[in-house]
Structures are given as structure tokens and as C-alpha cells.
């Protein structure tokens, strides 16, 4: 009994580790060819992952903006803290709120998007007659899909940061009676360029990892409509943890 | 050339192919048949580069291919074509782009060149006009000739063969057939048909050789295909059930 468990603990040990392995080994692979890419290829991606994600991004931070400022609103004018609402709202855009729900909404569209293409290319073998004719998979595939998952999601940000931002300047305005220009105000006393920067830098990183994440389990996708879909859904939830985990640490690196 | 040299290959435990020696002569149609999961398109596979096996050698033109590096490799496949079982087309592009993949790859002809040559490719294989149809329109049938035109545009000295036949009627079996010939005739390749239809074998082969088991049990011209006194390869042949075949088969399956 106690020898079967601990052979099961030793197997999802060595599976886990020949993951990793295979993990670095792609993105080693990836970064060694990132100098060379495809343009014509980067730029349908960074169309295809990025310019048609904006309006759900959009969305997604316009009322998280909204109901973030009704919610410290409320408190902050019991305080009479009035005039701090816009500069907490950027600020929290800027560092947090913008690149982290962006890179989780890129997760869900984009990353799930990356591996049921690659997945079902892989299934239906079409990986192997790319490799048959003689292409890179990871120089066909993966380099313009990291590519533009890492330039195009710091330009999301930079609309997330903005529509999210104008989204509670509407809330406090136009529902908690927080005039126009205290609003403003207080985003000029408070908030920073390093705020935005800061966000800017993290999105490059969750960029990277949803990218990587989305080929790396599309391109070893298990076999059959099934395991595409089960990598699919692995590719989604991995890269939020990852963005979460990845975001603690920037944020120390970046703002400590 | 094409040489095989002591093959083995494991996966998961399990012995797919044993001690395979088998040498394909340039300009020849070789078949190799066997039945389902008895390590055919394992073969095609590492002869292409796709799989490495566990011991043994493959030389390819007197090159052995086994140690390469995949960048290595890709120069060696830049000499070969490979139809696939399911076709494997990009779905996300026309035929004409299928058709024209490797060319834009590879070569630096310029749009209407490249144009030029998908259109004589398509026409050999009988689809011409088809460039601008996607792979979702067309039938099994179609696909596997698409694939032919892909895998040939290029020029390859080698092309391998995935079960061309598979799933089509005899009428278009006949076809692909047909097409692996002339393919043949017309560039002078050497093929390597891996299938499990003896009347496709028959009508292409100039030699073939039978995998059972992990090994091959017989190899020779079709008509000392056909003389031969292995009961296992008449069974393959007649299609009919053969006892102490039945019985061998159970009893691999148990060990």
C-alpha cells in the first residue's frame, strides 16, 4: 500500500519535472529564434491575438473600473477622502487592475485560442508535415504567436488603463457626486508614469507566458478532439496561475 | 538509396519494430503492407526523420540520419514528400497555398512562378483549376491528391505514401494508384507505399515487403509475393482466417 503511494508520488514527480523540462526547452528554442521571425506572420497574429481581443478587454475593465469606484466611493467620502478617488482608481489601473485582468481575459481568449489551433494541427498531424517539409513548427508557430502576444498586450493595457480610468471618472462624476475636477485632480497629485510603465513591463511578461503556455499544450496536445479540448483548458488555467504568481513578483521587482 | 540496418524500436515499453533490415533501391515502388498496428507507418516515420528508433541505423543516400540534428535533418528532408493517412492539409489555407507551401519556403521563386507550378502539379493529380478551394470542400479522395501535389512540388527524390488508399472507394483507389506510378514515371522517385491493400500492393509494387509483428516476414517481387508458402502472407493475401495464425496472433497478444 504505502510502497504504491509512494510510487504514484514518484511518477507525477518525474512527469511533472519532464514537463518542465519540455517547457524549457521550448521556450529556449523560442528565444534562440526570436531574432528572426516571420513578419508577415507577426503581424497576423498580433491582428488576429491581439486587435481582436480589445473590445472584450475593453469591456471587461470599463465596468471593473465602474464598480470599483462605486465601491471605494462610497467609503472614501465617508472619510472625506473624496479627493483621492481618481488618483487610488489610476493608480490601481495602472499597476494592477489593468494588466492583470487583461493578461486573464487574454488567457481565456487568446491562450485558449493559441492551443486549440495548434492542438488540433497536432492531432490531425499537421505539425508533422510542416516538420516533413522541412519548417520549424517552433520558428512556423510559436515565435510569431509569442511575438505578438508580448507586443500587443502592453497596447490592450494602454486602452485598459484609459477606458477603466473613465469608467470610474463616469461612476464618481455622474453617481457619487465627485465633481469633474477633484476627479482629475487627483489623478494629476497621485498617480505617476512609473504606474503605468510598471503595468506595461508586467503585460510583456504575461504576454510571454500566455503565448508560450497556449503552444507549449497545443503542441502536446494528447490525441483526438478530447485532448485538445483538455489542453485547451489546461492551457487556460495554467497561464492564470502563472500571471497571478508571476504578478506578486513583479509587482515586489517593480514598485518595492 | 534507402537503407534499414538493424531496427528496433520501443515505445512505451512495448517493441514496435525487431531487427528490421530492409534496403529500397533508387527509382523503386516499394510496399510495405502488414496489418493494423504492426509497426507500417512506424517504419515510414523514422525513415523521415519524425521518430528516432531505439538501436540501428538509416542511411538515406549513404547518410545515416539517425544521429542528426533536427536542423540536420530538415536538409535531408528538403529530398523527400510524404502523402499522409488523414492528408494532413492546413486547413486554415486554400489548396493552391497547400500547394505552394514548400516552394514559398523554400525557394525563391517569385508569386507567378510558384503559381505556374501549383497549376502543372494540380493538373497531374487531376485537380486542376482547384487552387483557390479550401481543404473543407473537398473529398477524402481529393485531399489525398492534394497532398500527392504538395508532397511533389518540391521535386523530391523520395516520396513516402501513408496509407494512400485508405478509406476511398476502389474506383479512386484505383486513381491514387495510378497517380503513384506516373508519379514515378514522370520525376523518377522513390516511393514507399505503406497500405494495407493487397490489390493496391499488386498494381504499383515492384517489390514488398510484409511487416507481422514487429518484423518483416517476407519481402520480394510480386509474384514471389504471391508463390509465397508463409501461411501468415497468404492469409494477408485470400483473406481468409488461418488457424494457427489466429492462435499466434492470441498468444503475442498475451505475452
Known amino acids: ?256 | 538509396m534507402i537503407k534499414l540496418s538493424n531496427i528496433n524500436m520501443n515505445y512505451k515499453g512495448k517493441q514496435i519494430l525487431e531487427d528490421i533490415n530492409l534496403e529500397i533501391k533508387t527509382g523503386e515502388i516499394m510496399v510495405i503492407i502488414g496489418p493494423s498496428g504492426s509497426g507500417k507507418s512506424t517504419l515510414l516515420r523514422l525513415i523521415v526523420g519524425l521518430l528516432k528508433p531505439t538501436s540501428g541505423e538509416i542511411y538515406i543516400d549513404g547518410q545515416e540520419i539517425t544521429q542528426l540534428s533536427e536542423t540536420e535533418l530538415n536538409q535531408i528532408r528538403l529530398r523527400m514528400g510524404m502523402v499522409f493517412q488523414y492528408s494532413a492539409l492546413f486547413d486554415s489555407m486554400t489548396v493552391g497555398d497547400n500547394v505552394a507551401f514548400g516552394l514559398r519556403q523554400h525557394t525563391k521563386m517569385t508569386e507567378d512562378e510558384i503559381a505556374k507550378v501549383v497549376s502543372r502539379k494540380l493538373r497531374m493529380v487531376g485537380l486542376f483549376g482547384k487552387e483557390d478551394t479550401m481543404p473543407n470542400e473537398l473529398s477524402g479522395g481529393m485531399k489525398k491528391r492534394v497532398s500527392l501535389a504538395r508532397a511533389i512540388a518540391v521535386n523530391p527524390e523520395i516520396v513516402l505514401y501513408d496509407e494512400p488508399t485508405a478509406g476511398l472507394d476502389p474506383i479512386m483507389s484505383g486513381k491514387i494508384d495510378r497517380l503513384i506510378t506516373s508519379t514515378r514515371r514522370i520525376m523518377g522517385v522513390t516511393s514507399v507505399v505503406v497500405t494495407h491493400h493487397m490489390s493496391s500492393a499488386f498494381n504499383i509494387a515492384d517489390r514488398i515487403a510484409m511487416i507481422y509483428g514487429g518484423k518483416i516476414i517476407e519481402l520480394g517481387t510480386v509474384e514471389e509475393f504471391k508463390q509465397s508458402k508463409n501461411p501468415i502472407v497468404q492469409q494477408f493475401i485470400h483473406g481468409e482466417k488461418t488457424p494457427g495464425l489466429l492462435a499466434r496472433r492470441r498468444g503475442k497478444t498475451e505475452c
Not at chain 1, 490601481?92 to 481575459?105: F, H, I, N, Q, S
Not at chain 1, 494541427?121 to 505578438?148: F, S
Not at chain 1, 502576444?149 to 493595457?157: G, K, Y
Open chain 1, 1 to 256: 500500500m504505502l510502497v504504491r503511494y509512494l510510487e504514484k508520488i514518484g511518477h507525477s514527480m518525474i512527469a511533472g519535472f519532464e514537463n518542465c523540462g519540455r517547457v524549457m526547452m521550448l521556450v529556449w528554442d523560442t528565444y534562440k529564434l526570436l531574432s528572426k521571425p516571420n513578419i508577415k506572420h507577426v503581424l497576423y497574429q498580433m491582428s488576429h491575438l491581439g486587435v481582436d481581443s480589445l473590445p472584450i478587454v475593453m469591456l471587461t475593465i470599463l465596468f471593473t473600473g465602474m464598480v470599483m469606484t462605486v465601491q471605494i466611493s462610497h467609503e472614501f467620502i465617508k472619510y472625506g477622502a473624496q479627493s483621492s478617488v481618481g488618483g487610488v482608481i489610476a493608480i490601481a489601473m495602472g499597476r494592477e487592475l489593468a494588466p492583470v485582468l487583461t493578461g486573464v481575459v487574454a488567457a481565456g481568449r487568446v491562450g485558449a485560442a493559441i492551443t486549440a489551433e495548434i492542438g488540433s494541427m497536432k492531432v490531425t498531424e499537421q505539425i508533422d508535415a510542416l516538420r516533413v517539409m522541412a519548417i520549424n513548427p517552433v520558428a512556423y508557430l510559436v515565435v510569431p504567436r509569442v511575438l505578438a502576444c508580448m507586443l500587443m498586450l502592453p497596447v490592450l493595457v494602454i486602452f485598459a488603463d484609459v477606458i477603466g480610468t473613465i469608467g470610474g471618472y463616469l461612476v464618481a462624476t455622474l453617481h457619487s457626486g465627485i465633481g469633474s475636477f477633484t476627479f482629475i485632480q487627483s489623478i494629476k497629485v497621485f498617480a505617476v508614469i512609473n504606474d503605468v510603465i510598471g503595468g506595461l513591463i508586467k503585460s510583456v511578461a504575461f504576454g510571454g507566458i500566455i503565448a508560450m503556455v497556449g503552444c507549449y499544450k497545443g503542441l502536446n496536445a494528447p490525441d483526438g478532439a478530447e485532448g485538445v479540448g483538455k489542453a485547451t483548458t489546461g492551457s487556460v488555467v495554467s497561464s492564470i496561475i502563472l500571471i497571478f504568481i508571476s504578478n506578486y513578483f513583479l509587482s515586489l521587482l517593480l514598485y518595492r
